[in-house]
């Protein structure tokens, strides 16, 4: 049974220890809501639309969509013939792309509806999917990390290898990270800078300030 919650949050000041000198730092009052449903399997994946959609990727069962906060889901599987679902991307179309656990790209360019096959012949587990701010897709499998700049037509390579488990974007930046370490790129791919020696990450985000967080070993 899946079970997925949306939350609202709100921001609160503690008060200051005056003998410790402690800094008034903010508290967070988080309430959660169980949503209704979608029902079967595991989510691998979120993702949300411009449409107002939300989207879900589950191990096993596929791809379910609502549009109303999830109050109510409706199975989105047509043409997906591996319904066992890596992790999901959509653009600023609204267009929306699933890639399978191991084999398989997908395509849908109305809402869920319908869905196309991109794989092209496309073998391996898809690690992440990533769309940059002019719309260029991004994929990892487990051998290469490719782009596409005409919605998932055609893919080039980056010049690093596959593997890779987090991608995003800063500015002018991109950014990755995966089993080896972190690499950013300033000219659109076509050079790769190691930022760290932090193996394993399974996790990175960015401040407002620029600073990243990463999560993983040295």
């Not at 919650?5 to 508290?27: A, H, I, L, M, W």
């Not at 949503?35 to 879900?56: C, D, H, L």
């Not at 760290?196 to 407002?208: E, F, L």
């Amino acid at each position: 049974m899946i079970l997925l919650f949306f939350f609202c949050c709100k921001e609160k000041s503690s008060p200051v220890d005056s003998e410790n000198g402690d800094n008034d730092f903010p508290q967070i009052t988080v309430n959660w809501q169980l949503t209704n449903g979608p029902a079967g399997g595991n989510i691998k994946a979120i993702s949300f639309g411009s449409s107002g959609y939300i989207y879900v990727g589950t191990d096993g069962n596929g791809v379910f969509r609502s549009s109303d906060n999830g109050n109510k889901w409706y199975e989105s599987i047509n043409e997906i013939w591996n319904p066992f679902i890596r992790c999901l991307g959509v653009n600023d179309q609204g267009h929306v792309f699933a890639a399978t656990g191991n084999e398989g790209l997908f395509r849908s360019t109305d809402n869920g509806a319908s869905w196309q096959d991109i794989s092209l012949g496309r073998g391996g587990s898809l690690h992440i999917i990533a769309i940059s701010p002019d719309g260029e897709i991004y994929i990892s499998d487990d051998d290469n990390l490719e782009r596409s700049s005409d919605n998932g037509e055609n893919w080039l390579s980056t010049g690093l290898p596959g593997g890779y488990d987090i991608l995003f974007f800063d500015s002018d930046k991109m950014l990755i990270a995966g089993w080896d370490s972190i690499y950013f790129s300033e000219d659109n791919c076509q050079t790769w800078i190691p930022v760290a020696p932090i193996y394993n990450v399974r996790s990175m985000v960015i401040d407002a300030s620029g600073n990243i967080f990463a999560a993983g070993q040295i």
